[in-house]
């Protein structure tokens, strides 16, 4: 079988080594990858500046995929959230979070997910496979030609996912309804179960000639495997680090989320302290409330402890409710007293508003079209 390749799935050096081993230029692969990322072109007739007869010789060795959305659903606060048919038949789902005329895109890295979470919808779900390259690059790619066509209203207050807007220190501070500004792979699946494709997806993101989005706005969130942390780091050693810690006892972390049978708080938090981040960047700990399991102060205080020798920042996110599910919300005072806590003793802590609650969008709550 002669199967044409999917050039999406390559970042620009991978395209300079397909395109020369079939003989061409170097500069070729360059001109190429603006056409897709920056043009967003969908076949090679479009890329004027290519000769015909190379186009037409690409066209027979190479194809680049797209995404469209099948459904776009929105909810009262202004989150979108996209439902991609792929190929094979599988969905996922990407959230857009628009606030103050700041987009912060949320995607998914695989269909269903591995890592078995007790509270987490799509944890009860496990894994159908791993999303390609181009099938997360596709998802921005998406909902970038949604926000041209459709710019969401001027939407104001909530918390956004993690807050990468170090604005203080930041000169290209434009806010666009129309463009994506933050990244974030915390929709279906666990990013680190998929590194193979995660990375290069990743490195199309944060290339100037591809989708030209800053490292220190690309967020990869982990239910914490080790390992895979510290491939990243290695490999893309600016992006930023969100830990879905949840937990502040080996004991409960190991029953709700089996991860840590393998990998314990104590190894976890190493591999936190060892992940290299640039200069005043931290690692965002999210911590899931939930009513009586895990929301007290004595949680809250070891929470302190656990993360106190890490540049950190919490995300407080109050459990979502979902079918099937026996966790319970916490209250508004517990959420209330352990964010209270935290900032008393000068932990940066922003707690989540549900936003996209509506349309099932929120935080664990995404399942494509999976069913049990
Ligand atoms: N697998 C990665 C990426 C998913 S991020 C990770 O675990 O980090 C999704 C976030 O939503 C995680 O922080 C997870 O702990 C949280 N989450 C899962 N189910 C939830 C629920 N029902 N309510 C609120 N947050 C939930």
Do not use: A, Y
């Given at each position: 079988m002669n199967e044409k390749t999917?050039?999406?799935?390559?970042t620009l050096s991978a395209l300079e080594q397909f395109l020369q081993g079939q003989g061409k230029e170097r500069f070729r692969a360059l001109q190429v990858f603006k056409w897709i990322y920056q043009q967003d072109a969908h076949g090679f007739e479009e890329m004027t500046n290519i000769s015909k007869a190379l186009r037409s010789e690409l066209a027979e060795t190479a194809f680049i995929s797209n995404l469209q959305a099948e459904a776009i659903e929105e909810g009262s606060d202004g989150t979108r959230k996209y439902l991609f048919n792929l190929e094979d038949g599988n969905s996922v789902e990407s959230v857009l979070i628009p606030i103050e005329g700041r987009n912060t895109l949320c995607i998914s890295s695989q269909v269903g997910c591995a890592m078995a979470c007790e509270f987490c919808l799509t944890g009860t779900f496990k894994l159908t496979r791993n999303l390609s390259a181009s099938e997360i690059v596709n998802q921005i790619m998406a909902v970038k030609r949604d926000l041209v066509r459709n710019p969401p209203a001027l939407q104001t207050g909530g918390a956004a996912l993690?807050?990468?807007?170090d604005d203080e220190n930041d000169y290209g501070n434009e806010v666009s309804p129309t463009a994506i500004r933050n990244i974030v792979l915390m929709g279906m699946g666990e990013p680190l179960h998929n590194l193979d494709n995660v990375i290069p997806a990743i490195q199309i993101m944060i290339d100037g000639n591809g989708l030209q989005l800053s490292n220190r706005r690309v967020t990869v969130s982990t239910c914490g495997l080790v390992p895979e942390m510290e491939r990243l780091g290695r490999e893309i050693p600016n992006v930023n680090l969100a830990v879905s810690l949840n937990a502040t006892t080996d004991e409960l972390r190991n029953r709700i989320m089996p991860v840590n049978r393998s990998y314990p708080l104590k190894e976890l938090l190493k591999a936190c302290r060892e992940f290299p981040l640039p200069g005043r960047r931290k690692v965002t700990f999210e911590y899931v409330m939930m009513g009586g399991v895990n929301d007290s102060l004595d949680d809250a205080k070891r929470l302190l402890k656990l993360i106190c020798d890490i540049p950190n920042k919490v995300n407080l996110i109050p459990f979502n409710e979902h079918e099937g599910c026996d966790f319970k919300a916490p209250t508004q005072a517990a959420v209330d007293a352990f964010h209270k806590y935290l900032i008393d003793r000068h932990v940066t802590v922003i707690t989540r508003d549900s936003r996209g609650g509506d349309i099932s969008a929120a935080c664990g709550q995404l399942k494509g079209k999976l069913s049990k």
């Open positions: 999917d050039l999406k799935n390559m993690v807050e990468n807007d």
